[in-house]
């Protein structure tokens, strides 16, 4: 099964955020159906493994709380403040690159298993600025908790209201 992602872009990138607990973090803030903001495990100094999920969880809610109070991202259609829907936290993956792991923590106790296919419409938007992907790249997108994984890849490019956007096709 395969699905076209809506419009997706970065709203932040490379911010730099005083997470309590964990010190100056820098965290990327892009939306791919919901507004993301990702942070590297290495950078908050969690483990991502699934037997760790309560500090990734704590961490995670701690960059959310965070970003809330500092981190501004308005509908580039309506100019609308967007409200975080979810932390990506981030890691080193197993596939060789281009590839992605990672775990979308949405609240208290509550994070996906799956690798996530807004979260990495998200993540994609954000290493197609950065010049790390380009369209048609193959990408592995890797769950931290199952090690399930699935490909996803650019394969357009459009505006979406006064932003750039790309469609990934997961």
Known sequence: MRFHSVPAWVGLQG???Q???HGEVIVDVAYGGNLFVSAWAEHLEVELAP????AVIDAAMA????AADKLVV???ETGDRYDIAAVSILDAPHHEQPALRNVHVF???LFSRSPGGTGAAARLAVMFARG???????VVIESAITNGTF??????QERAGTRNAIVTEI
Not at 51 to 54: D, E, I
Not at 132 to 138: K, L, V
């Open 15 to 17: 911010a730099s955020l």
């Open 19 to 21: 997470v309590p607990g």
């Open 132 to 138: 790390e992907i380009f369209a048609g790249d193959d």
């Open 107 to 109: 609240g208290p106790g």
């Open 51 to 54: 037997g760790n999920m309560a």
């Open 151 to 156: 490909g996803a890849k650019v394969i357009g």
């Open 63 to 66: 960059v959310r709380h965070a």
């Open 74 to 76: 308005r509908s580039p």
